[in-house]
Each structure stands twice: as C-alpha cells, then as structure tokens.
C-alpha cells in the first residue's frame, strides 16, 4: 500500500491536539470495547496485548479510565498514553501503574510500538479530509497483526459520539453511540462524525441516507416515547434493520444509545473519498 512515510529514529509525526478532556468522556466507546465480541477475541488471542491510546490530552484520565475498564475483563493487557506534548506527558506521570500503565512522547508512528490495539479519539478532527487516509496508514502499518485502529469523535462531555474500525484491510463498521434523551433527533450526531464523513452528510451520500432514514425510524417511533427515550430508539432501530439496513452487533446494544453498520453501507460515494493507498493523503510531517 502506498501513504506510508519513513520516520527519523525518534521522529513524532502529527500535530498536537487541543487537549480537551473530562472524566467519562470515552465511555461509551470503552463500553463497546469492553463490551464487543471481536475486540475481546482479539485481546485474548495475543500473547502480549498492548492497547495504545493516542491523543489522551491534557490529562490523563480518559486513559486511566480505559485501562481499568479493559483489565477488569483482560488482567494482562498493557495500556500505553501517547501525547506530542511533553508537558501533558510529564503531568501524566504520576497516574502511571508499571508495567499495565504507562504514558509517553508519540504520534501516529504510535512511538515505535507494535500494540494490537489503537484508541484515537478526537484527534484528526484538525486535519483535512483527504489527510485522514495517510493517518490511518501510518498506525496501521505499525499494529500487531490482525490489529485493529478505533478512531473516533465525540462532544465534550460523551453524549454524541461516533467511530469507525479499521483494519489492515480497511475500514469495516462506523457505530453511532448516544444518550438518546439529549437529542431531537438522531441526526444530530452528524456533528460528531469522524473526519472521514462529517464532510459527507449532503444528499447523494451514503451517510446523508443513512441518518435520513434514522430520522424518519425515530419520528415513526414518537408512539414509544411515553415509555423512554430508549425504548422509542430500540424501536428506531428496530425499524432501520426492517427497511433494509445491515445492522451488525447484538440487539441488546441498541439500549445502550448504539448502533452499528458496514462502513460500506456509509462509505463516501462522491469524489476524493477516504481511500487507503492514496499517496496523497498522507498526514502532516515529522515534528522533530
């Protein structure tokens, strides 16, 4: 595949993010990491499962989160901190627990670890479109074998959020996790996309149908708002997978706000998509 870029010894390629972050941010991603049949499978298999969280901000405790959550299921796995900042690294220091948790200097080059899982959240909404391809290269080439990278975005406190895996082979599902009594409607989510799609949602997108159509389910599903937000968009998304949509995942997700497609099912369709192997979409340049 082409995008990759050869890194100096010790060389940071990114840009430093805004490092916002608040305790409990990610928890709804670490719910589903914890929680998906695939990434347990994958933690278990692997001798020395160490998960990178990358682009933690300017504190720590998203990762601590992490990490506890994970080794309640996975004693054995290691979690590594990555930041290009080093005074959030320095500051991150005294929540380290050797040798499960850790903090260090590094960028999408992942600080020249081969960890079978990545966490990146919130960390190329700064970039360009047509950059996020090069990004998502670059961590893939340097995960463990049959590694997967989990990148995402959410608001500032957790309700809205949204990631998609990806693989060695590319991208395969996009999940939407909300608290679905703090939205009219589920559209709104659209704000937190990843950067590979928040661009998208216009009509001749595959996205833009999407999210049309969970609009329509949820007004459709108005009669079950007298027995909760969640039991009208457990309906919602009852009727998604009626009209036709591939859900992936287990039903008993879809209480917990989420729901889960084939990234082929929302995958750009116009011009100058997120496309793996394009040498043109590698991210920024080394930093030191």
Not at 44 to 58: F, Q
Not at 129 to 156: F, K, N, S, Y
Not at 238 to 251: E, I, K, Q, S
Request: hydrophobic share 40%; glycine share 10%; net charge positive.
């Amino acid at each position: 595949m082409a995008g990759r870029q050869r890194l100096k010894p010790g060389a940071l390629l990114g840009a430093a993010t805004r490092g916002t972050t608040n305790p409990n941010r990610l928890r709804r991603v670490d719910r589903w990491l914890t929680g998906d049949p695939q990434i347990g499978a994958l933690l278990r298999r692997t001798d020395d499962p160490l998960v990178v969280d990358l682009g933690y901000g300017a504190s720590p405790v998203t990762t601590v989160e992490m990490a506890r959550r994970l080794r309640a299921g996975h004693p054995d796995i290691r979690v590594l901190g990555l930041e290009l900042d080093a005074e959030r690294v320095t500051a991150a220091q005294g929540a380290t627990e050797p040798p499960w948790l850790d903090f260090r200097r590094g960028g999408f080059e992942l600080a020249g670890t081969r960890p079978v899982l990545v966490r990146a959240f919130n960390v190329l909404r700064q970039y360009a479109e047509h950059e996020v391809a090069g990004a998502w290269q670059v961590m893939l080439d340097r995960l463990a074998p049959g590694g997967l990278l989990v990148e995402g975005t959410c608001d500032e406190i957790g309700r809205l959020c949204s990631w998609v895996t990806v693989a060695a082979d590319g991208p395969r599902t996009l999940t939407l996790s909300c608290r679905v009594s703090a939205f009219e409607r589920p559209s709104t989510v659209a704000q937190r996309l990843p950067k590979a799609l928040i661009h998208r949602n216009v009509p001749g997108e595959r996205i833009h149908h999407f999210l049309s159509t969970l609009d329509d389910c949820w007004a459709t599903a108005a009669s079950h708002q007298p027995f909760g937000a969640r039991a009208r968009w457990v309906a919602a998304v009852r009727m998604l997978a009626d009209r036709g949509w591939p859900l992936l995942g287990r039903r008993k997700r879809w209480r917990l706000g989420e729901v889960t497609v084939p990234w082929a099912s929302v995958a750009p369709a116009s011009s100058g998509h997120v496309h793996l192997g394009n040498p043109a979409a590698s991210p920024g340049g080394d930093l030191e």
